[in-house]
């Protein structure tokens, strides 16, 4: 096959669905006139059952006003193509979300007007995009809970009468409570988050608070460890 043939040929034989209509000047519809494999396939249908019989008929009839909306106007304004996401419907009653490239070919002579639509199944790919939404709805609310749950743990920790401080894996300060510093430090100011525990009981051993620690701070700091 020629590459002329290949051009000549092109809507035979693309992979994707591709129906011509006609309409007359004044309609909104186009009458069907030809289509490809991929869309009596996409469609279930054959090429008979579609002869003739307006464009509309692939679509959801749930969401023709819509579809409408967005035609029409291009339509109006003499836009040579248009680009719209619709649902459609096949033979068996199923529906499903396609992508609809609308090329426009207008005939001065009568009014009326061919066009070319090419339809691309985009199902799947909403419903990745949904369940990607989803998922992200669900980690926000996660996030939202575990942050409240936090915020409940500061406020119990702190009415907490005695010293007491919550460290990460890798022993360093996450949060204390308000009886901390004055208990370990002989001081209000906390220790800032993040510390390492090494530095907590170093400040602690100088501060006089203990009394065990007193002349031998280094070996109080590593029983303490």
Request: negative net charge; hydrophobic residues 40%; contains cysteine.
């Amino acid at each position: 096959m020629q590459l002329d043939d290949i051009i000549a040929n092109f809507a035979t034989l693309s992979l994707d669905a591709i129906s011509i209509g006609y309409c007359p000047r004044g309609e909104t519809w186009a009458r069907h006139v030809w289509s490809n494999a991929p869309f009596h396939e996409m469609f279930g249908a054959s090429e008979l059952d579609f002869k003739d019989r307006r464009i509309e008929l692939v679509f959801d009839p749930d969401g023709l006003d819509e579809l409408v909306s967005q035609v029409r106007p291009a339509i109006e304004r003499g836009d040579s193509h248009l680009q719209v996401e619709a649902w459609a419907r096949r033979q068996t009653g199923e529906k499903f979300r396609v992508n609809a490239s609308i090329a426009f070919y207008p005939l001065d002579a009568d009014g009326g007007r061919y066009s070319l639509i090419v339809y691309r199944d985009v199902t799947q790919v909403r419903e990745r995009d949904r369940a990607a939404e989803q998922a992200l709805v669900e980690r926000e609310a996660l996030a939202s809970e575990v942050m409240a749950l936090q915020d409940r743990l500061i406020s119990a920790i702190g009415t907490l009468p005695g010293p007491l401080a919550i460290g990460d894996k890798d022993f360093r300060l996450v949060v204390c409570n308000s009886s901390f510093a004055p208990r370990m430090f002989g001081r209000d100011e906390p220790p800032e988050p993040g510390s390492r525990l090494e530095e907590v009981l170093d400040k602690a051993s100088t501060s006089g608070q203990f009394e065990a620690a007193l002349g031998r701070e280094q070996e109080w700091r590593d029983a303490a460890v």
